[in-house]
């Protein structure tokens, strides 16, 4: 056993070993991974999440699989550690892990921990396809009654970059999910956003294009003002049509306004 391991194993004083195991981490892996596992159970609820972040930033099967133990232990410190430790490794068994994690029904915080996660991995840069998938996950919690508001929260301060990746949802098969994209996209609050959740407008279904009219009056967006002033005598939909009135009402949109982005 390695010095470093030595101190992380037995030290008397537990900043020592937190410090050890950490420092561990970074410089000898594979003897971070040994001692971390044995750490992980440990009954100190710091040293164990010392050591289960130190095992999150070790890149190997191994280390997936702990912190996969971690997220499921019957402790919540120990689960927190390993959520967050996930949320650190933009790969697509970490937005699994995370999935699950959000939808369990644990205590609030940890279900936060999971999206806040899952957000943190959209947004990492140059992984596009773990990047869509974490998305999609996050629309798919959205398009669950029981985490809709936190998952809409979340998609709303995902990076401009993500926004190709919310628009997906408008073409979703469900009606469910591409609510979730029109509440995602305006939660967002960007011009390319926008752009994009003009789309909904034109959705086959009255439910999605009756949100899309009630997010853009509540956004003000000038560029889809004519359209929507000839929605509120066009649509075939009664509620579609008195959403765009109330939107035109709100905002003086008329037929004939010419409008600008």
Known sequence: MTPLAQLAADDGATHVRIAAITTLGV??????????????????DD????AIAAIGAINSRAAEDLLTRAAQSSRLPQQVAAI??????????SIELLAWAARIGGPAGLQQDAIAGLCAIANAPLRPLVRRHAV?????????GSHRDAAISAIG?????????VASGLSASRVITRL???????AMRNPRASRELARALRDEDPAVRSAAVTAFGKLG?????RTIAAMRRTDADPNVRHRAAQACE???WQAGLVSRA
Do not use: W, Y
Request: hydrophobic share 50%; proline share 5%.
């Open 27 to 44: 410089i000898d892996e594979a003897t971070a991974l040994d001692a971390a596992d044995r750490l992980a159970n440990d009954a100190d």
């Open 180 to 186: 979730a994209a029109v509440d995602g996209l305006a």
């Open 250 to 252: 709100r905002h003086g």
């Open 47 to 50: 040293l164990a999440a010392a």
């Open 84 to 93: 967050r430790a996930v949320a650190k490794r933009p790969a697509m068994h």
């Open 136 to 144: 999609e996950t996050l629309l798919d919690l959205a398009a669950d």
């Open 221 to 225: 967006t000038p560029s889809v003002a």
């Open 157 to 165: 301060t995902l990076n401009e970059d993500t926004v190709p990746d």
